[in-house]
């Protein structure tokens, strides 16, 4: 597609379990961020990828969280032993440069709810 | 640090109003840029504008204007003759040399009554 492409659109698990969800970036995007927003608020950055390393991880909540990208182009964010505090919206965004200038596409995101 | 600060939290007109969403910003980049995004009811962040902190020109797109002034460090975005189809949350946001990712504000949520 021409778009971010996240999976999946929603997700429920319970508290304790571990979720991962998928960033299918624009293809020949370089940069690639995680943000997490939660309702009502705005996106709040998480992690950021330029090819497959991760340059900016200073946004993860606790180590619980965990993100990759291990060929440069999709990513997976990973959260362990989920809490009801990591219930949110997690957005993808990828642009095409590392230049600070280059705007951020996003996907549609992920919502989790943590039961 | 940066912070974007968008005080009005819900906005609500009537179709063919004016509305100016005001955007405030603080960094100590001296270079930075400046963006705006539109989420719409089904979630999806779409990209408006972005303004490089070296250029205060003024913007104007169809009914979307965009107000730069650094004296103030404001970043204002009006809509003119606004329209139903404008109803949707609108985020402010910065990035930097000194920080790559970006800054959301708040976001204020439009309403356009018909």
């Known amino acids: 597609g021409a778009g971010v492409s996240q999976s999946p659109r929603y997700k429920v698990a319970k508290r304790g379990q571990d979720v991962a969800l998928r960033c299918d970036p624009i293809?020949?995007?370089?940069?690639l961020f995680w943000y997490q927003q939660a309702l009502g608020q705005g996106p709040e950055f998480l992690t950021y990828?330029?090819?497959?390393?991760?340059?900016?991880k200073s946004g993860l909540p606790s180590d619980r969280f965990f993100a990759e990208r291990p060929e440069g182009s999709v990513s997976t964010l990973k959260i362990q032993r989920t809490q009801q505090e990591d219930s949110a919206v997690y957005l993808c965004a990828s642009s095409l440069h590392m230049d600070s200038r280059q705007p951020q596409h996003f996907g549609d995101g992920t919502r989790l709810s943590i039961l | 640090a940066q912070k974007v600060t968008q005080a009005q939290t819900e906005i609500s007109v009537v179709e063919k109003e004016d509305v100016t969403l005001d955007c405030v910003y603080e960094?100590?980049?001296?270079?930075?840029?400046l963006f705006w995004y539109k989420q719409p009811p089904s979630g999806e962040l779409v990209f408006l504008i972005r303004?490089?902190?070296?250029?205060?020109q003024n913007e104007i797109s169809g009914r979307y204007s965009w107000n730069f002034q650094k004296s103030t460090s404001s970043f204002n975005f009006t809509i003119t003759a606004s329209q139903v189809v404008d109803s949707a949350v609108y985020f402010c946001?910065?990035?930097?040399?000194?920080?790559?990712?970006?800054?959301f504000g708040s976001g204020t949520r439009l309403q356009v009554q018909p």
């Open positions: 960094t100590r980049d001296t270079t930075y840029y």
């Open positions: 990828f330029q090819n497959e390393a991760q340059l900016d």
């Open positions: 303004r490089n902190s070296f250029d205060e």
């Open positions: 946001a910065l990035s930097g040399t000194g920080r790559r990712a970006l800054t």
């Open positions: 293809s020949g995007h370089v940069s």
